[in-house]
């Protein structure tokens, strides 16, 4: 079946601009996380969805960071008054508790670049 | 939280030749993954493995969780299995957000 898909592959935006970061989980799956890959920081988790729970947002590294799924399905992370240091590939990821396994897939991540 | 480190850091191999990547985690895990990260940037599944052992192909992967480390095996290296390894580990059950090691960079030599 289709993986996780993520929109768009590419962002390059001005500092101080908002910018909006959309990933389409796996058919089903439950659970929802964001990432992001850095050169300073490597693989860093930033927020958790699972079913209709509160996320955990523990992750973020700042309250210019958000993030929402709508309908337990599509989720869109919004990064408000972008700073250099914003620039990275964000991924996504999705899993469904399986033989009690949380599994998870990622996708191609949104490559995003502040000028 | 959780740490995670992966070693070595780098591996240069002769086509043919076979590999040992490991990890090493700091606490009880409940899940832990093997990612392939190809020239693209894409996180491709290899185990799921947060105990035993497990093969596929060329590869396989065994985690001792009582001593908190597992290992990645590459037999029979291809230039295709260049790229960056990485092993992600999480200890909570219900919430498996994953702590990525800083990963394994795999070159394979013709």
């Known amino acids: 079946g289709a993986g996780v898909s993520q929109s768009p592959s590419n962002k390059v935006t001005e500092k101080g601009k908002d910018v909006e970061l959309r990933c389409d989980p796996i058919?089903?799956?439950?659970?929802l996380y964001w990432y992001r890959q850095s050169l300073g920081q490597g693989l860093e988790f930033l927020i958790y969805?699972?079913?209709?729970?509160?996320?955990?947002k523990s992750g973020l590294p700042s309250d210019r960071f958000s993030a929402e799924r709508t309908g337990g399905s599509v989720s869109t992370l919004t990064i408000q008054r972008t700073q250099q240091e914003d620039s990275a590939v964000y991924l996504c990821?999705?899993?469904?508790?399986?033989?009690?396994?949380?599994?998870?897939?990622f996708g191609p991540g949104t490559r995003l670049t502040v000028t | 939280g959780i740490q995670v480190e992966q070693s070595p850091p780098d591996l240069i191999l002769q086509e043919g030749a076979n590999s040992t990547l490991r990890c090493n985690f700091s606490?009880?895990?409940?899940?832990l993954q093997w990612f392939h990260q190809n020239p693209w940037g894409q996180l491709i599944n290899l185990f799921y493995?947060?105990?035993g052992t497990k093969q596929n192909g060329r590869l396989s992967a065994t985690t001792v969780a009582t001593e908190r480390y597992s290992l990645l095996y590459i037999s029979s290296s291809q230039t295709t299995d260049s790229g960056v390894y990485f092993c992600?580990?999480?200890?909570?059950?219900?919430?498996?957000?994953?702590?990525f090691g800083t990963g394994t960079r795999l070159t394979i030599i013709p």
């Open positions: 990821a999705s899993s469904q508790l399986r033989g009690g396994a949380y599994e998870q897939y």
């Open positions: 058919s089903g799956h439950t659970a």
């Open positions: 969805f699972q079913g209709n729970s509160a996320p955990d």
């Open positions: 606490d009880s895990v409940n899940n």
């Open positions: 493995i947060p105990s």
């Open positions: 992600a580990a999480s200890a909570n059950f219900g919430n498996e957000k994953l702590t």
